[in-house]
């Protein structure tokens, strides 16, 4: 199945699913200027293989993890120009997601396993259909090997089936035509040879393979509806290619073939039978009334111009689908890392440890990484530095003490007895403790010397105010 992480499997499939109803809608609007029905036919079997061989090469690649370092998480995702279309995908989604391939895988084998029964059934109903048949007529045998000769078909049987609301054809390896045995006395020898002719030309082109092949294909690819759709158009396509094949442009055998054409669709109504699983000549009501008007309308011959330019017009639709469709892609990405804060703490440097998270305003789109991916440290900003600091600032600074040479008496409060055992070679020593804290004021004895020097000052004022008007007294 799908190889690599959950997104990448969502992604592959979305894509996937993208790519092939753009590949349908391309085939539609080429087969809508296409007149005809033999290469309408080759194109939607075209589209139907290439929506298999697709598949089938998206379930066998392996994909090989590249490891990438934990910054890419934080990666913008980038704005790749052309068809490629990126959505983010909430992290609480991860563990669903994680469930995912393996629940796919068993529903896919389920499904696949219940298809493949089905169409196992339906080819042993056919069988059983084959060998309930009755041999025909004498006559109906001659009819039927001239015409095989005539379109050079060998080892080709008829037999005649009760309730079989329509003509069909059954095996490639040895065909059979099978006839309702109900409705044959009722057509005349020419509208039993347009019949014959029309089952004859499935079994020279071997189509009753290609529908059982086209038919197995839809099943691998069951949960896309434009399989299903392509292979509907496909049959249609074939049993209009058929019809083309028998009337050849004649105006005349146009309106015995579609007279014949509802002769076995009243059978079929008054009957109410079911068709078998193969080649029917009136599989539905709906592929009846296609086949019938197709039969009715004339058919136009257009100019050399105007095939030209309807040529030239589906050319140009295929190529650029061509074109187009590789560069189609849908990823899926994380909305925001799947690596949770225990493990980024677990693979990160201790220096890495201490510096705080930084929260942002704005969540950035992120990608996913795989988880084998190496963890690598994360720079800190300025900001982170500057918050640092400011937290140690507010911590006591280491003093450095030093013995002065011109206090040969002074004793440093902070020296051990063990530094002084040592003496005073060294010049000053390095304390990682800190400095003391001042001691506290003495708030009565700054309140009696403030009281003092204001008596002070206020008796020497006065004292010089005395010996100026003295002063002046003796002046006069």
Same mark, same amino acid.
């Given at each position: 199945?799908?190889?690599?992480?959950?997104?990448?499997?969502?992604?592959?499939?979305?894509?996937?699913?993208?790519?092939?109803?753009?590949?349908?809608?391309?085939?539609?609007?080429?087969?809508?200027?296409?007149?005809?029905?033999?290469?309408?036919?080759?194109?939607?079997?075209?589209?139907?293989?290439?929506?298999?061989?697709?598949?089938?090469?998206?379930?066998?690649?392996?994909?090989?993890?590249?490891?990438?370092?934990?910054?890419?998480?934080?990666?913008?995702?980038?704005?790749?120009?052309?068809?490629?279309?990126?959505?983010?995908?909430?992290?609480?989604?991860?563990?669903?997601?994680?469930?995912?391939?393996?629940?796919?895988?068993?529903?896919?084998?389920?499904?696949?396993?219940?298809?493949?029964?089905?169409?196992?059934?339906?080819?042993?109903?056919?069988?059983?259909?084959?060998?309930?048949?009755?041999?025909?007529?004498?006559?109906?045998?001659?009819?039927?090997?001239?015409?095989?000769?005539?379109?050079?078909?060998?080892?080709?049987?008829?037999?005649?089936?009760?309730?079989?609301?329509?003509?069909?054809?059954?095996?490639?390896?040895?065909?059979?035509?099978?006839?309702?045995?109900? !409705?044959?006395?009722?057509?005349?020898?020419?509208?039993?040879?347009?019949?014959?002719?029309?089952?004859?030309?499935?079994?020279?082109?071997?189509?009753?393979?290609?529908?059982?092949?086209?038919?197995?294909?839809?099943?691998?690819?069951?949960?896309?509806?434009?399989?299903?759709?392509?292979?509907?158009?496909?049959?249609?396509?074939?049993?209009?290619?058929?019809?083309?094949? !028998?009337?050849?442009?004649?105006? $005349?055998?146009?309106?015995?073939?579609?007279?014949?054409?509802?002769?076995?669709?009243?059978?079929?109504?008054?009957?109410?039978?079911?068709?078998?699983?193969?080649?029917?000549?009136?599989?539905?009501?709906?592929?009846?009334?296609?086949?019938?008007?197709?039969?009715?309308?004339?058919?136009?011959?257009?100019?050399?111009?105007?095939?030209?330019?309807?040529?030239?017009?589906?050319?140009?639709?295929?190529?650029?689908?061509?074109?187009?469709?590789?560069?189609? $892609?849908?990823?899926?990405?994380?909305?925001?890392?799947?690596?949770?804060?225990?493990?980024?703490?677990?693979?990160?440097?201790?220096?890495?440890?201490?510096?705080?998270?930084?929260?942002?305003?704005?969540?950035?789109?992120?990608?996913?990484?795989?988880?084998?991916?190496?963890?690598?440290? $994360?720079?800190?900003?300025?900001?982170?530095?500057?918050?640092?600091?400011?937290?140690?600032?507010?911590?006591?600074?280491?003093?450095?003490?030093?013995?002065?040479?011109?206090?040969?008496?002074?004793?440093?409060?902070?020296?051990?007895?063990?530094?002084?055992?040592?003496?005073?070679?060294?010049?000053?020593?390095?304390?990682?403790?800190?400095?003391?804290?001042?001691?506290?004021?003495?708030?009565?004895?700054?309140?009696?010397?403030?009281?003092?020097?204001?008596?002070?000052?206020?008796?020497?004022?006065?004292? $010089?105010?005395?010996?100026?008007?003295?002063?002046?007294?003796?002046?006069?």
């Amino acid at each position: 199945m799908l190889s690599g992480g959950p997104l990448a499997i969502v992604s592959t499939f979305l894509t996937y699913f993208v790519q092939i109803t753009l590949a349908y809608l391309a085939a539609s609007l080429a087969c809508a200027l296409i007149r005809s029905p033999r290469i309408r036919l080759r194109v939607w079997a075209a589209l139907l293989l290439f929506t298999v061989a697709r598949w089938l090469m998206l379930c066998t690649a392996t994909r090989t993890p590249v490891p990438a370092p934990l910054a890419a998480i934080a990666a913008q995702v980038p704005n790749t120009p052309g068809f490629d279309w990126s959505w983010p995908v909430m992290g609480s989604w991860a563990p669903y997601l994680a469930m995912l391939p393996l629940w796919w895988t068993r529903f896919y084998v389920a499904i696949l396993a219940i298809a493949l029964l089905r169409l196992f059934w339906t080819w042993l109903r056919v069988q059983s259909l084959l060998r309930s048949g009755d041999n025909p007529s004498p006559a109906l045998h001659a009819f039927f090997q001239d015409l095989c000769r005539e379109t050079n078909i060998r080892r080709c049987r008829i037999s005649l089936v009760a309730d079989l609301p329509s003509p069909a054809t059954a095996g490639w390896w040895r065909p059979r035509v099978l006839l309702p045995a109900e !409705v044959v006395p009722q057509l005349s020898p020419t509208e039993l040879a347009h019949v014959l002719r029309h089952e004859l030309t499935h079994v020279r082109r071997r189509d009753y393979l290609w529908d059982l092949l086209a038919s197995f294909a839809c099943r691998l690819v069951f949960f896309h509806p434009a399989a299903w759709l392509a292979y509907r158009r496909l049959g249609w396509e074939r049993e209009l290619s058929c019809d083309q094949a !028998v009337v050849q442009d004649s105006q $005349e055998v146009r309106l015995q073939y579609a007279e014949c054409l509802a002769k076995f669709a009243r059978g079929r109504y008054m009957s109410g039978a079911h068709s078998p699983e193969g080649i029917g000549l009136a599989a539905s009501p709906s592929l009846l009334t296609t086949r019938v008007r197709a039969l009715l309308c004339e058919p136009s011959h257009p100019s050399i111009y105007g095939r030209l330019s309807r040529a030239c017009l589906s050319s140009a639709v295929v190529l650029l689908s061509l074109c187009i469709l590789p560069a189609v $892609e849908l990823t899926l990405y994380w909305s925001a890392p799947l690596l949770s804060l225990s493990t980024r703490s677990r693979n990160a440097s201790p220096l890495t440890r201490t510096l705080p998270a930084r929260k942002t305003s704005q969540p950035h789109a992120l990608r996913s990484v795989p988880a084998s991916a190496p963890a690598q440290p $994360e720079i800190a900003s300025p900001e982170t530095v500057s918050s640092i600091l400011t937290g140690l600032s507010a911590k006591p600074l280491p003093a450095f003490a030093t013995s002065s040479a011109s206090e040969p008496g002074a004793v440093n409060p902070k020296d051990t007895p063990a530094s002084t055992a040592q003496g005073g070679a060294s010049a000053g020593a390095w304390h990682e403790s800190p400095m003391p804290l001042a001691t506290a004021p003495n708030w009565q004895k700054l309140a009696t010397d403030a009281a003092t020097a204001g008596v002070a000052a206020i008796g020497q004022a006065s004292g $010089e105010t005395q010996d100026g008007q003295s002063g002046q007294q003796g002046n006069h």
